[in-house]
């Protein structure tokens, strides 16, 4: 495997800002973020868990779209059952249903790592509660042949966003890919380039934040250097798991050896490509022309806006500017 994403697959009730419902779509950050690494690269597989009701028809939909289902574990319980609510592009919330299970039964009933996976030369954490994301950053950063390790979080009001306080867990891991309204919600900069910057530079880890329509802003951990990433201009249909789907497309490029620019590109890529259809499975596969467009579309538009001295300053953001 060249990328293997960790985490949830839900079952979604989508309720978009029209008031239009899509029920029983399948998504979560796993699936999403393996959907975007997949446009890349034909090597990904999934590690998680779900409802036994649901698990051959969800192993099946997973595997026609020529992703890895080895690592997928089937529960008793009913698993993630979630509403999704938006009440725009950008402000969105999940609700977990009456009878979905718990984040923390999904996390006790998770299996160890597939053995077939174990090798992979990358492994992606998309979100889950903060106990079971930072064990398996613990586990999968101790993994022979030190892998690639990146990370997003969850900081919806169901999660415990304490834990994430204390930034420690970045010396273990590659990049971490929060969005914008996780980092207000829990680190609350005033100015965001600084921030990223004095992570990156502390822990040794690239620093990307998804800015949803405005694209996202990223700091390489080797150089210092901050950059600003323009999303692909994508006829929108649905937001869901585009952050997710970013995830995947940047673990893609640093398996392939990518600058850290041009990993965000080819993340702003697979996001534009999820943001045109409703749920994972929809997501287009396009042709190597079409993304190779995309991609040097959104190369063309990257914008320096440090160049890496560590010791130089850099433009003042608070959270919600244009960048």
């Not at 079409?290 to 190369?299: F, G, K, N, T």
Request: proline letters at 5%.
């Amino acid at each position: 495997m060249d990328v293997v994403t960790v985490g949830w697959l839900t079952i979604d009730d989508i309720v978009l800002a029209d008031h239009v419902c899509h029920p029983g779509v399948l998504g979560g950050g796993a699936l999403y973020s393996a959907v975007g690494a997949r446009l890349w690269t034909p090597r990904v597989g999934i590690q998680a868990v779900i409802g036994r009701a649901h698990s051959d028809t969800v192993r099946d939909g997973i595997r026609a779209r020529g992703i890895d289902t080895d690592g997928i574990a089937a529960i008793e319980a009913n698993g993630l059952l979630l509403w999704l609510l938006h009440e725009s592009e950008a402000a969105k919330q999940q609700v977990p249903k009456l009878a979905s299970s718990t984040p923390d039964e999904i996390d006790r009933e998770c299996p160890a790592l597939n053995a077939s996976y174990k090798s992979a030369r990358a492994f992606h954490v998309a979100p889950q509660s903060p106990a079971g994301s930072l064990d398996n950053v613990r586990q999968l950063t101790q993994l022979a042949g030190k892998p690639i390790v990146t990370l997003d979080l969850l900081s919806d009001e169901f999660i415990d966003r304490v834990q994430y306080q204390d930034l420690s867990f970045l010396n273990a891991i590659t990049a971490f890919l929060p969005s914008e309204a996780e980092v207000a919600r829990i680190w609350h900069p005033a100015d965001l380039p600084s921030w990223l910057r004095a992570q990156a530079m502390a822990h040794r880890c690239h620093m990307g934040v998804k800015l949803g329509e405005r694209g996202a802003v990223v700091c390489d951990a080797m150089t210092n250097a901050l950059y600003r990433i323009p999303a692909y201009p994508a006829r929108v249909i649905d937001t869901t798991g585009a952050g997710d789907g970013f995830c995947g497309g940047f673990i893609a490029g640093l398996v392939a050896g990518k600058s850290v620019t041009e990993c965000a590109a080819m993340a702003t890529v697979s996001a534009s490509y999820v943001v045109e259809a409703c749920g994972a499975l929809a997501t287009a596969l396009p042709d190597d022309k079409d993304r190779e467009e995309r991609l040097q579309a959104v190369m063309s538009r990257v914008e320096v806006l440090h160049f890496g001295s560590p010791n130089g300053g850099s433009p003042r953001l608070a959270l919600g500017e244009e960048l």
